[in-house]
C-alpha cells in the first residue's frame, strides 16, 4: 500500500472522488482507467476502485472499448442545481430569439466564484465561437464581455480577487492589469453593458447585459458574441439590452408567483 509522505495529510475518499471526476474536461470526455489514474493524481489501484463505485452509481458510464465517460445519473444530479436549470429554461427561446436577429452567438453566463459558467446558448453556423461553444464552458472574467458585467456586479472581495491577478493574456487586448480591469468594471457600472473587442478570442468580439432580480441583484448576463471583422455594437446593444431585459422579467415573474404560491 502507498503510504503518504511525511507531513502530508491523506487524501479523503471524496477527495479522491473528486479527483477521479475531475479528470474529465471538454477536451478529454472520455478517458482509460491509466488516463484517469495519471490526470488524478492517485495510484491506479486507488482510481480503479474509485471508479468501480462510481460506476456502480451511474455517475460514470463505460463504453465497449473500456473507456469512461460522465454518467447520465451524474448529469441528472446537476440538473437541480437551483442556480442553472431555472435560468436556463426560462433563457433559451429568448437566446434563440436574439440568435436569429442578430447571427451570432447568444449566450447566457452565470458566476461561479471567479469565473463565469455557461448555462444556455445558441451559435451560429459552421464556426463554434470560443465563448459560447456549449453549455457548461468556463469564461474568463476579466477577458469577456459577460465576465466583465458579472464581475462589475460581484462583491468588492471577488472584484479584489480577480484584480490582484495574474491575469491571463488570452490576446493582445486582454486586460492584464489590475487598475485598468478596475476601470473597465467602473464603464460596466456607469453605462450598463459591457463591450470587448478580440478578447478571449482574436477573432470576436461581444457585447453583454445584466440579468437582474426584481431587488436589482444581477444573477446572470446575456451577452451576443460576433465575428469582429462584422461587428457591429450600435445594432446589437439595443437587442442584447431587450434580451436581458425579457429574461429579467421572467425570473421576476417566477419570484412572485412563488411568493404568491406559499402566502
Given at each position: 500500500m502507498t503510504m503518504p509522505h511525511a507531513g502530508t495529510p491523506e487524501r479523503s475518499v471524496v477527495d479522491r472522488a473528486l479527483s477521479v471526476l475531475g479528470a474529465f474536461d471538454r477536451q478529454n470526455r472520455t478517458l482509460t482507467l491509466s488516463?484517469?489514474?495519471?490526470?488524478?493524481?492517485?495510484?491506479?489501484?486507488?482510481?480503479?476502485?474509485?471508479?468501480?463505485?462510481?460506476?456502480?452509481?451511474?455517475?460514470?458510464?463505460?463504453?465497449?472499448?473500456?473507456?469512461?465517460?460522465?454518467?447520465?445519473?451524474?448529469?441528472?444530479?446537476?440538473?437541480?442545481?437551483?442556480?442553472?436549470?431555472?435560468?436556463?429554461?426560462?433563457?433559451?427561446?429568448?437566446?434563440?430569439?436574439?440568435?436569429?436577429?442578430?447571427?451570432?452567438?447568444?449566450?447566457?453566463?452565470?458566476?461561479?466564484?471567479?469565473?463565469?459558467?455557461?448555462?444556455?446558448?445558441?451559435?451560429?453556423?459552421?464556426?463554434?465561437?470560443?465563448?459560447?461553444?456549449?453549455?457548461?464552458?468556463?469564461?474568463?472574467?476579466?477577458?469577456?464581455?459577460?465576465?466583465?458585467?458579472?464581475?462589475?456586479?460581484?462583491?468588492?472581495?471577488?472584484?479584489?480577487?480577480?484584480?490582484?491577478?495574474?491575469?491571463?493574456?488570452?490576446?493582445?487586448?486582454?486586460?492584464?492589469?489590475?487598475?485598468?480591469?478596475?476601470?473597465?468594471?467602473?464603464?460596466?457600472?456607469r453605462e450598463g453593458y459591457a463591450v470587448t473587442h478580440r478578447t478571449p478570442d482574436p477573432e470576436c468580439s461581444a457585447v453583454a447585459f445584466p440579468v437582474r432580480t426584481a431587488d436589482g441583484t444581477v444573477v446572470a448576463a446575456v451577452g451576443v458574441v460576433a465575428q469582429a471583422d462584422t461587428f457591429r455594437p450600435a445594432k446589437l446593444l439595443p437587442l442584447v439590452s431587450a434580451t436581458a431585459d425579457a429574461v429579467s422579467q421572467h425570473i421576476r415573474f417566477a419570484g412572485r408567483r412563488a411568493a404568491g404560491a406559499t402566502a
Open positions: 488516463d484517469i489514474s495519471r490526470r488524478s493524481g492517485l495510484p491506479l489501484a486507488t482510481a480503479h476502485r474509485i471508479v468501480n463505485k462510481l460506476h456502480g452509481w451511474g455517475a460514470l458510464e463505460r463504453s465497449d472499448e473500456g473507456g469512461y465517460s460522465i454518467g447520465l445519473r451524474l448529469w441528472e444530479t446537476g440538473t437541480l442545481a437551483p442556480r442553472c436549470s431555472p435560468l436556463a429554461e426560462v433563457a433559451q427561446p429568448h437566446l434563440m430569439e436574439l440568435h436569429a436577429r442578430t447571427s451570432a452567438g447568444a449566450l447566457l453566463v452565470i458566476r461561479d466564484r471567479v469565473e463565469g459558467l455557461c448555462l444556455s446558448f445558441a451559435v451560429n453556423g459552421p464556426h463554434a465561437l470560443m465563448s459560447c461553444a456549449e453549455s457548461g464552458d468556463r469564461v474568463p472574467l476579466h477577458a469577456s464581455a459577460t465576465g466583465l458585467v458579472l464581475l462589475a456586479h460581484a462583491a468588492e472581495a471577488v472584484q479584489n480577487e480577480v484584480c490582484a491577478g495574474p491575469l491571463r493574456a488570452y490576446t493582445p487586448t486582454t486586460l492584464t492589469h489590475g487598475p485598468a480591469l478596475r476601470q473597465a468594471l467602473a464603464k460596466v457600472r
